[in-house]
């Protein structure tokens, strides 16, 4: 049956098409149609001319520009869906415990132990210019600081994007491909409200407990690379490293989690649900949600930080002194 | 004097298409179709691969809105319902998927359990009641229950996928080749299936298939649709709409052709 869907449409999803595909439908028609003016150097009548040329790239580069523009339009269409079910009707506890362990829980292992390994490697790194300069008691502020304001909460989202979001793709997108979302549908259930809303509920509420976990492990595994193997004075380990650290460090840096687990879930539902057909491109969803996720860590992590100094220069107007 | 006393009463109609366009991509799938399926018919719709059935059948239950026209359930227009309306009309559905799509990450009951535990208030024991019935009916033991969707053949997956369509006793039921990929044996115990389902139920089917067997002996109304590209000028893409005693003896050649399986001119024309 699947038969009619791939020869009319290769490229758009498998079954009924997704509730928000409009958009990209009508760009790949638009794909098409420009370029026919442009197809008569095919048919052998000698190299194109310049303005053709110019013509061509217009067409081709416009199409991405407007592709682009309708995939961020589908997106938030998608998001503001999801919201307004959240705010209609709450997903079953059960479901929602399901999702809070397959996200959370089983994330915490493997982010325990990224964030210990980051800790001993910031030591390592930065160990021999502060023993340079005869600071290196003073490490723990260095390491202590960007663990809590900056990998944490990186590191936190990416293994979340990794573990979780890729799997959250291949899923939805197997779901997609196997009519399983067809058939919530025909049971009156809505695939959005029972298969997004507990997934972006789990990622939003848990990814601050994973960065705090991410914060803490990174800094024992920095204690533990700086006293027990550099043999650093334990005490004045200490005493800088909670000098450097203020409240509004760690707030930043689990606030800022939010908005990453926030867009993990939305970019990877978004993926599966719109998965194309067969096992390529459940494949190919997975990955992608993994790489724009983590491409929109980077921007709204940059983004965040900018107006997060705002703030930060307004409550500490001198700054902390570190050393 | 005693034939005016009698009134035959027509069965009312449950789904009428009107003009129903399906478009996708500037490329016409089905093309002005206009039937109406009375309360209680089976309809089996057959036609080549690519001819727009499934379409058709998505068209029904509003998986696929239409692009032009309109699929009326009872007084409703599907495509004007807002989506809690559309939820509430399509719990009156049952779906049998060709590959059964039933959930991977749930068991056997708790997949022919969904449906009520979605849209009924029944307490655990009315579901579990209802669920082993379902199972039963279908003619599998309750030893399937704990089990999960991969664990299970082919032909037990569609059993499970029909008792799941059928636990709320919707009014229409739409199978999507529901024989596709089984023995002979099993198509028939399928066939059969859907047989027992019309007689215990107060049901209207719709059954998209390959299988003449099927539309044979399940049906009692066959549809055979034909892909618009291919139709000539001015012509409905329903090339048949009958009985299925009738198709064996269809004017029309493609109709014969399709139902005696040959292939024709059709290897020339795929050839080029």
Not at chain 1, 164 to 186: K, N, P
Not at chain 2, 37 to 66: D, H, N, R, W, Y
Not at chain 2, 148 to 174: D, H, N, Q, Y
Request: with cysteine; charged share 20%; aromatic share 8%.
């Amino acid at each position: 049956m699947s038969d009619t869907w791939e020869s009319l449409d290769g490229s758009a999803c498998l079954h009924s098409p997704p509730k928000f595909s409009v958009m990209s439908l009508s760009v790949s028609t638009h794909n098409d149609s420009p370029q026919q003016p442009a197809g008569d150097h095919s048919v052998g009548q000698g190299a194109p001319s310049i303005k053709e040329m110019l013509y061509g790239w217009v067409v081709q580069w416009g199409s991405a520009v407007v592709a682009g523009i309708s995939v961020v339009g589908d997106i938030a269409m998608f998001a503001w869906e999801m919201l307004k079910w959240m705010f209609t009707r709450l997903p079953q506890r059960g479901t929602l415990l399901i999702n809070f362990y397959q996200i959370g829980v089983l994330s915490l292992p493997v982010v325990a132990l990224t964030g210990t390994f980051i800790g001993m490697v910031l030591a390592v790194q930065s160990y021999y210019q502060f023993h340079a300069i005869g600071l290196e008691s003073h490490l723990g502020v260095v390491i202590n600081t960007s663990l809590v304001r900056e990998l944490g909460p990186v590191l936190a989202a990416t293994m979340l994007a990794g573990r979780v979001g890729s799997a959250m793709a291949a899923v939805l997108g197997t779901m997609r491909v196997t009519e399983q979302i067809d058939a919530l549908t025909t049971m009156g259930a809505d695939p959005i409200h029972y298969l997004v809303v507990p997934r972006f509920l789990a990622c939003i509420l848990l990814i601050p407990a994973l960065t705090i976990m991410a914060d803490f492990m990174g800094i024992v595994g920095g204690y533990f690379y700086c006293v027990i193997v550099l043999d650093i004075d334990h005490a004045s380990y200490l005493s800088h490293s909670r000098d450097g650290v203020v409240g509004f460090d760690l707030f930043s840096g689990i606030f800022k989690s939010c908005f990453f687990g926030a867009m993990i879930a939305v970019v990877s539902c978004y993926q599966g649900f719109h998965c194309k057909p067969g096992a390529e491109g459940v494949g190919k969803a997975a990955t992608a949600a993994f790489v724009y996720s983590f491409v929109m860590i980077l921007a709204i992590d940059l983004f965040l930080n900018i107006i997060l100094d705002k703030f930060y220069a307004l409550i500490y107007p001198s700054g902390i002194n570190l050393l | 004097m005693t034939s005016a006393s009698v009134r035959i009463e027509t069965p009312p109609t449950l789904i009428k298409v009107t003009n129903l366009d399906v478009i996708f991509n500037g490329q016409s799938v089905l093309n002005d179709i206009n039937l109406s399926i009375a309360t209680g018919q089976t309809v089996a719709v057959i036609g080549e691969s690519g001819c727009g059935k499934t379409v058709f059948m998505k068209s029904l239950v509003g998986l696929i809105p239409p692009t032009r026209g309109s699929v009326h359930f009872k007084q409703d227009d599907l495509a004007h319902l807002s989506a809690s309306e559309l939820s509430d009309v399509r719990r009156r559905f049952g779906f049998v998927f060709q590959n059964a799509a039933l959930f991977d990450s749930m068991s056997v009951f708790d997949n022919v359990a969904f449906p009520m535990r979605q849209s009924t208030d029944e307490n655990e024991e009315q579901i579990r009641q209802r669920v082993y019935a379902h199972v039963r009916e279908v003619g599998l033991p309750e030893t399937v229950m704990s089990k999960r969707p991969s664990e299970l053949s082919g032909g037990m997956r569609k059993r499970i996928g029909l008792a799941r369509a059928i636990i709320l006793e919707p009014e229409l039921v739409v199978y999507d080749e529901p024989t596709t990929g089984l023995d002979p044996i099993m198509s028939d115990v399928i066939n059969e299936l859907m047989l027992e389902v019309r007689r215990r139920y107060p049901v209207t089917s719709v059954i998209v298939t390959h299988d003449m067997r099927t539309a044979k002996k399940v049906a009692d109304r066959v549809l055979m649709f034909y892909p618009f590209s291919r139709r000539k000028d001015g012509e409905s893409q329903i090339l048949y709409d009958g009985s299925p005693a009738g198709l064996d003896d269809a004017d029309d050649k493609r109709v014969q052709q399709f139902v005696r399986g040959e292939a024709g001119e059709r290897i020339t024309e795929l050839a080029n």
